[in-house]
């Protein structure tokens, strides 16, 4: 497909979703090193090297169903305009920007999920709104973070089990080596996962000005950008929410690093596989609270395990807040220009 024709808006909102993308890594880079970082197993400058790489690559290993899901199964593909995607965009960065500040571990997907539905609610109301998608959505904040902290809880068990017999030096050299597989695996599923938010965004804009032939896809060269916007983002790293997942939750050895990075990959890969948007922060948040449970139930930092959950559930409904300010004011701006 050919940009040549595009006008100066459509041109410039791709670049504020890829904006959106970079954020993206740079708010969620905490996801896939924290861990990795916090057991001292790589330095933060290497981490987030290691990271970068393989969300870049992700686009090799995992189909588009996620970006399918996000471009036309939220909201109507049918109802999207330029203001629709310039208040989700301006809904979930700004979001971003507030959580990020204040070292907040929220999801960078459901800001850009609840984006969509205050911008896309603000146009066509409820009619606008896919349902199948938003509960599969919905649905995946529950089961993304219980089902990362069972396989984190059950690898814990089974690798306590299997090297009970090691000693605890040759047991935490074997598992520094082992988290770098792990982090490298959560690291895939994030490239895989976020990156294609941004891809059903950008396709969807496409479709809605006619430059996808009448048929919704996503051409090669939004799955290159994007995986390199996100790519970048986390170079640049999110050290304040760094802190928060890495120590604050709970503290943790190589060996439960790689259980939860583990775990937290598992639960990636399967959703992406499925087409189902989930948040590799709730993801990776319940597989590090997996791993702390496993010791003791005191063992976890509830009070700030509550405050991301708390964080969590309003983060769908003040991105869709606004988003709607967001969309409205680029309809007043469409009107005066």
Known sequence: MDLGGASLLLISLIGVALL?????GLHDAANSIATVVSTRVLSPRVAVVWAAFFNFIAFLFFGLHVAT????????????????????????????IIT?????????????????????????????VVWSGVLKTMAGIVVSPSLGFVLALVLVFIVSWTFVKLTPSVADATFRKLQ???????????????????????????????????????????VIACQAALGLGTLFG???????????????????????????????????????????THTITGAIV????????????????????????????????????????????????
């Open 69 to 96: 899901t996000v471009g036309k199964g939220i909201v109507s593909a049918d109802i999207v305009s330029d203001a629709v995607i310039f208040g989700a965009l301006g809904g979930a960065i700004s979001w971003n």
């Open 100 to 128: 990020w500040l204040a070292g907040i571990p929220s999801s960078s997907s459901h800001a850009l999920i609840g984006g969509l539905l205050g911008a896309g609610m603000t146009k066509a109301g409820f009619e606008g």
């Open 180 to 222: 770098l597989f792990s982090a490298a695996l959560f690291s895939l599923g994030h490239g895989g996962n976020d990156a294609q938010k941004t891809m059903g965004i950008i396709a969807v804009l496409l479709y809605s000005h006619g430059m996808l032939g009448g048929e919704f896809h996503v051409p090669f060269w939004v």
């Open 20 to 24: 959106f993308d970079f954020l993206n």
């Open 290 to 337: 997996g791993v702390g449970a496993s010791r003791r139930m005191s063992a976890v930092r509830w009070g700030v395990a509550g405050r991301i959950v708390w964080a969590w559930i309003v983060t769908l409904p003040a991105s869709a807040v606004i988003a709607a300010g967001f969309y409205l004011l680029a309809r007043l701006l469409d009107r005066a220009f």
């Open 238 to 280: 999110g050290w304040r929410i760094v802190h928060t997942m890495g120590s604050k939750i709970t503290r943790l050895s190589p060996q439960q690093g790689f259980c939860a990075e583990t775990g937290g990959a598992i639960t990636i890969f399967l959703a992406t596989h499925i087409g189902v948007p989930i948040s590799t």
